[in-house]
C-alpha cells in the first residue's frame, strides 16, 4: 500500500501509521485508544500505552439510548488521562470499524485532535509488531468539554424524515442482504431488531468495508474511495449526505471516508438507522 | 430457571461470583486460550456450510459428534483469529456439555449468554453468542 500522503487524501493527517503510532507509543502527548467490537480482545493484547474506550459501556447512555453527555466525556477523558490538548489515536478491530465509530463520538465534542491508525489491530498484527497486555494508568485528568454538539455530525430522526421527503442523499452501509430486506426472512436468523427489512427510499447501498484493502485493514486511496462513491453511486460531495446502517457503527466508518479522506463537508451520520427507521410507523421504506 | 445439566451449572455459578469486570475478563480469555479447534478427523477446511453459525461475525462452526457411548462430543472452529469471545463461549461449551446425552444438551438455552458475558457483550456479538447456542441445542436435537 502507497504512503497515506500519496493516496490522495483531502485530509491525509487524519490518518497515521503503524510505523508513526510505534514511534509514539510514550509520547505523553499522544493517547492511543482501541475500541473494538469483542470487548474481550484489549485484553488479550495491545498496542503498548494503549487504553481501551468500549463503546457500549464507556460512550452510550447507559439509559437512554443516546451518547453520554458532556459530564460523561469529562469523566472518560479524566479517566484515560486525556486532556482538550492531547492528540488521540484510535485503532482496533474488524478494519478500524468500532475505532471510526469512537472517533466520530469524540467529533460530537469538538475534540479535533483525533487520528485513526491506518489498518488498526490487523495491520498491526501483520507487521509483527508487540502486542502489551500491561494495563497502562495516566494521571487523571481535568477536561472541560463542550456540551455535546450533534449539529455538524449526526442527524436525529426528524430531520431525517425532512431529509428524505425532500430527495437527499443516503448512503446505506449494511451488507446488500440488509439492504434488499431478504435478511428479515431467514429462518433462524436474528433480525436486525426491526418490524420492517429494505432500505430508506433512495439510498445507495455501498457497504463500508469496500473502503478498505481487506488484505491490510488500510483505506483505499482517494481515487479508488472517488470510484466507489461518485462515479459507481453517484453521490455528490458537494451536496448533504447521510450515512445509515444498524445502529450508526459501520455508518460511521463511511463518514470518516467520506469526511476526511474525501473531503466531502456536508456527511452526517443517522445513528437510528434501521433499528430507528425499520420501527418507526408510517416512513416509507423501499425493498 | 431451567434446570442446566450439572457442569454448566457449576461453571455458572463461578461466573456468578465474579462481579469484577477485569476478573470476569481474564476469566473468559483464559477459556479462549484453552479453545481447540476442531480435530481433521471430524472436519477440515473449507468446512460444510450447513455447520456454520448464523451471526456470528467470528465466522464460528459447530458439530455434535456421537461418543459410543451414546454422548455427545462437541467441537468447534472460528474462523476469525481476534474472535476472543466466541472461542471463549465453544470452550466452555465443550467442557460444560460434551459427554452429555443430546437431550441434556438440548436444555441448554441462550440466556447462558448474558450469564456469561454480562457487561462484556454488545447487542450484534451477543446474537451472535446466542447463535452458537442455538446451533448446539440444534445439533443435539437431530441425535434425540
Not at chain 1, 427489512?197 to 473502503?211: C, F, L
Not at chain 1, 460511521?252 to 433499528?275: C, I, M, P, Q
Not at chain 2, 472461542?87 to 441434556?104: E, N, R, Y
Amino acid at each position: 500500500m502507497t504512503a497515506i500522503a500519496d493516496r490522495g487524501y483531502r485530509h491525509p493527517d487524519r490518518l497515521v501509521s503503524t510505523d508513526w503510532v510505534a514511534a509514539h507509543t510514550g509520547d505523553p502527548n499522544v493517547r492511543i485508544i482501541e475500541s473494538n467490537e469483542d470487548t474481550l480482545l484489549y485484553a488479550t493484547g495491545h498496542v503498548p500505552g494503549a487504553v481501551h474506550v468500549d463503546w457500549t459501556s464507556d460512550l452510550n447512555d447507559q439509559l437512554r439510548r443516546d451518547y453520554i453527555e458532556r459530564e460523561g466525556f469529562q469523566a472518560l477523558m479524566a479517566r484515560i488521562g486525556v486532556t482538550p490538548d492531547t492528540t488521540v489515536v484510535f485503532y482496533g478491530d474488524k478494519n478500524n470499524w468500532w475505532a471510526c465509530y469512537a472517533f466520530w463520538v469524540f467529533q460530537l465534542f469538538g475534540h479535533t485532535k483525533a487520528h485513526v491508525m491506518d489498518g488498526g489491530r490487523l495491520k498491526w498484527q501483520k507487521e509483527g509488531r508487540g502486542w502489551s497486555t500491561d494495563t497502562p494508568a495516566y494521571p487523571p485528568t481535568a477536561y472541560t468539554a463542550p456540551a455535546r454538539d450533534d449539529a455538524r455530525h449526526r442527524i436525529l430522526r426528524d430531520e431525517v424524515l425532512q431529509f428524505q421527503k425532500s430527495g437527499g442523499q443516503f448512503v446505506d452501509v449494511r451488507s446488500p442482504e440488509e439492504y434488499a430486506g431478504t435478511r428479515m426472512h431467514m429462518p433462524e436468523y436474528p433480525n436486525e431488531g426491526a418490524i420492517r427489512g429494505g432500505h430508506i427510499p433512495g439510498a445507495k447501498s455501498v457497504p463500508w468495508a469496500r473502503a478498505i484493502n481487506p488484505d491490510d485493514g488500510t483505506f483505499r486511496s482517494a481515487a479508488e474511495l472517488t470510484a466507489l462513491y461518485v462515479d459507481q453511486n453517484g453521490l455528490d460531495g458537494a451536496s448533504d449526505i447521510v450515512a445509515y446502517c444498524r445502529i450508526g457503527e459501520r455508518s460511521s466508518h463511511t463518514w470518516f471516508a467520506l469526511t476526511y479522506l474525501l473531503g466531502f463537508e456536508k456527511v452526517r451520520n443517522y445513528d437510528g438507522s434501521w433499528t430507528e427507521w425499520g420501527n418507526l410507523v408510517g416512513v416509507p421504506i423501499e425493498k | 430457571m431451567p434446570a442446566y445439566p450439572e457442569r454448566l451449572q457449576a461453571l455458572l455459578d463461578v461466573f456468578a461470583g465474579v462481579t469484577d469486570t477485569h476478573e470476569r475478563t481474564q476469566l473468559l480469555i483464559d477459556f479462549a486460550r484453552r479453545f481447540k479447534e476442531v480435530p481433521p478427523d471430524v472436519a477440515t477446511r473449507p468446512f460444510d456450510e450447513t455447520h456454520l453459525v448464523k451471526h456470528c461475525e467470528s465466522e464460528a462452526y459447530a458439530w455434535a459428534v456421537p461418543n459410543p457411548d451414546g454422548t455427545l462430543k462437541l467441537h468447534f472452529a472460528v474462523e476469525n483469529p481476534s474472535g476472543v469471545s466466541a472461542k471463549a463461549l465453544a470452550a466452555i461449551l465443550d467442557k460444560a456439555l460434551s459427554g452429555l446425552p443430546a437431550a441434556d444438551i438440548a436444555t441448554v438455552d441462550p440466556e447462558i449468554v448474558e450469564k456469561l458475558f454480562r457487561q462484556n457483550i454488545s447487542m450484534g456479538k451477543g446474537m451472535g453468542l446466542m447463535s452458537m447456542v442455538l446451533m448446539v441445542q440444534a445439533l443435539a436435537k437431530r441425535h434425540l
